[in-house]
């Protein structure tokens, strides 16, 4: 496919590294935000955007699941991609110069070990390709960046310490985006189904709604909930399940849930990453 995907975050990001390992055919569109990158699909500036949603070690990005649902767009795939994360410093500089690095909170978060065992002090910063560049504006050996070895090579860093991530399985998953449902793929490793709902104000609806999941014999992968409308009382859920909304089982179960929800809502149908399925030895070694 071509045409552009945006991506939250500078050149160098872990999206950029998403968009390239993806959609290798694709222009890669920086954004500032998750809205920018969201909103240049929706005006037609972009075919696809990569969103980030869960990190396997620092869990759920901030506020996605909230936008994904007013966003207008549809998921029509995912993407898992292996988050190393590398120390990088001003050409020339060594291990022994550094005393600060800079990086997102969720990467210095994935790092912690590393940054305590080294004694270094932390600055969070809004992305991490764009702390990598600060690193090499400022050409001060003692100040460094968490990032991705594109980041590095985009600006000319040198990377004194790799893969330095607390877990050796560290990895991103991304939810591609656009602005037109496609139904009809059938994936190799299987289909994944998203939604969102709202439970009915009646006793135990949530249980009851979640009967028809296990009635029916489908897998449900990921239920989160979090408050809409600023109201303690107004909770959403935004799931996914295993399987394609023309499988019966999936039909049965949803109408099931839609007895129990005063609104539900498709996001998306699409096929589900081999890396889903990997063990987890199989990972480590990516």
């Not at 139904?183 to 709202?198: D, E, I, L, P, Q």
Request: glycine share 10%; proline share 5%.
């Amino acid at each position: 496919m071509t045409g552009r995907i945006a991506f939250q975050g500078e050149l160098g990001a872990y999206g950029h590294q998403a968009c390239v390992e993806a959609r290798p055919g694709m222009e890669p569109l920086p954004c500032p935000t998750f809205e920018d990158a969201i909103e240049a699909v929706r005006k037609g500036d972009a075919e696809l955007g990569m969103i980030g949603v869960e990190n396997s070690t620092y869990g759920r990005v901030a506020d996605v699941h909230q936008l994904l649902p007013e966003s207008g767009l549809h998921i029509v795939d995912e993407a898992f991609v292996r988050v190393h994360i590398n120390v990088m410093v001003p050409k020339g500089a060594r291990m022994g110069d550094l005393r600060r690095v800079r990086a997102m909170g969720i990467l210095l978060g994935q790092s912690r070990d590393f940054i305590r065992e080294h004694n270094l002090d932390q600055l969070a910063w809004s992305d991490n390709a764009a702390a990598a560049r600060e690193v090499a504006q400022l050409n001060d050996p003692a100040e460094g960046a968490l990032a991705s070895e594109i980041a590095a090579q985009i600006y000319g860093l040198d990377i004194v310490a790799r893969h330095i991530e607390d877990h050796d399985r560290n990895t991103t998953r991304f939810l591609i985006m656009a602005r037109d449902p496609d139904y009809r793929r059938r994936g190799k490793s299987g289909m994944m189904t998203a939604f969102v709902f709202r439970v009915r104000n009646i006793p135990a609806a949530l249980y009851k709604a979640m009967g028809g999941f296990a009635t029916n014999g489908i897998n449900m992968t990921k239920l989160e909930s979090y408050m809409v409308g600023g109201q303690f009382t107004a909770t959403q859920f935004y799931a996914e399940i295993e399987g394609h909304p023309d499988d019966r089982n999936v039909q049965l179960a949803l109408e099931e849930l839609d007895y129990f929800t005063d609104h539900m809502r498709l996001m998306g149908v699409f096929p589900a990453a081999p890396r889903r399925h990997e063990r987890p030895n199989d990972a480590g070694r990516s």
